[in-house]
């Protein structure tokens, strides 16, 4: 068997028929499906028992990088296709990656993008599926990232997923294959659609959850190195940092009393934010037209103290939880 499509579920029930169906329609019919419902308490099972596929239930909620490392150790197939139960895949996802493999020899692992296609017309949903569409374009064709929505690794070269991480295993298992010299290739032509629907509230807390455990991954495998030699670490560039930077260092100028000097240097440094996001937002003017870009400019800069906050957050944290654990010791 060639492919183990493996499926971390939790209260899926609104995306998995989508998502398993697209499944079913793949050209390529050399697979097998493995769907570990991670203590789901709505209908997913359910559904899943619909579609030819194995159903591996866990007695407690352990998250997504426990049931991914569940579906590894229960799966058959020469390669492990991961994807999330909120992800439609295309007809040709399969082919996409076998060919990928085919073509470069050396690689250990690909991953793919998200669709600028979207179910959903709402602000929030446009607006996070085309960053994610954006950043990962930016991305040069060998990364050091692993991307959940749709990856494939080699069965003989899998790594687990870390699962002390609650957000970014995948982040954090690329950094490792990076540390190994591992070759991981970013397939642009290996898109997936995500149907995943954000209200300002789960935009939110998605943008302050990530950064959070996104820091420990920086952390843990020092990033500031590739932030010098890379510009970047993982997906995130260096100019998207310092945007964030910025945006801060505008709200304090802010609190600053209202001085003439001061606000030139709040002019400068609004040009600065606008000039770094500069590519984004032609992007989305180019997709969307002028009333969608104000707003997201808008978003943007809030979006950019959340995810900051979000980072700052998981830092402080990892040195109370080292501190703690020193002591312990």
Not at 62 to 74: E, L, M, V
Not at 171 to 181: I, P
Request: glycine share 6%; charged share 25%; aromatic share 14%.
């Amino acid at each position: 068997m060639k492919f183990s499509i493996i499926i971390p579920v939790h209260n899926a029930q609104g995306t998995l028929k989508s998502c398993l169906g697209s499944i079913s329609s793949s050209e390529n019919r050399d697979f097998e499906v493995v769907v570990v419902d991670d203590k789901s308490t709505d209908k997913s099972v359910e559904i899943a028992k619909d579609y030819p596929c194995r159903i591996i239930t866990l007695n407690q909620n352990k998250g997504t990088a426990f049931s991914r490392n569940t579906g590894r150790d229960n799966a058959k197939g020469e390669t492990l296709v991961f994807i999330d139960a909120d992800v439609v895949i295309k007809k040709d996802t399969l082919n996409i990656i076998e060919a990928s493999f085919k073509k470069n020899e050396d690689i250990v692992a690909v991953t793919g993008l998200l669709s600028k296609e979207c179910p959903y017309n709402d602000f929030f949903t446009q607006y996070k599926n085309l960053y994610m569409h954006y950043i990962f374009r930016q991305c040069p064709r060998f990364v050091d990232f692993l991307f959940g929505s749709i990856i494939a690794i080699n069965k003989d070269d899998f790594l687990s997923f870390n699962e002390s991480f609650r957000a970014t295993d995948d982040t954090e298992l690329g950094q490792r294959y990076k540390e190994l010299n591992k070759k991981i290739l970013l397939n642009q032509e290996l898109e997936v659609i995500h149907l995943k629907k954000y209200n300002f509230k789960e935009i939110i807390g998605n943008d302050f959850f990530v950064p959070f455990w996104w820091t420990k991954s920086f952390i843990l495998h020092k990033g500031y190195r590739d932030i010098f030699k890379k510009r970047r670490f993982s997906h995130a560039r260096a100019n998207q940092l310092l945007s964030i930077l910025v945006a801060y260092l505008i709200v304090l100028s802010l609190l600053i009393m209202c001085q003439q000097q001061i606000w030139s240097i709040r002019f400068g440094l609004l040009i600065i934010f606008l000039i770094l996001n500069y590519g984004f937002f032609r992007f989305l003017h180019k997709e969307k037209g002028l009333l969608f870009l104000i707003g997201s400019v808008v978003f943007t800069f809030l979006d950019s103290l959340i995810m900051g906050l979000g980072a700052i957050t998981g830092f402080f944290q990892y040195l109370i939880l080292r501190r703690k654990d020193k002591t312990e010791k």
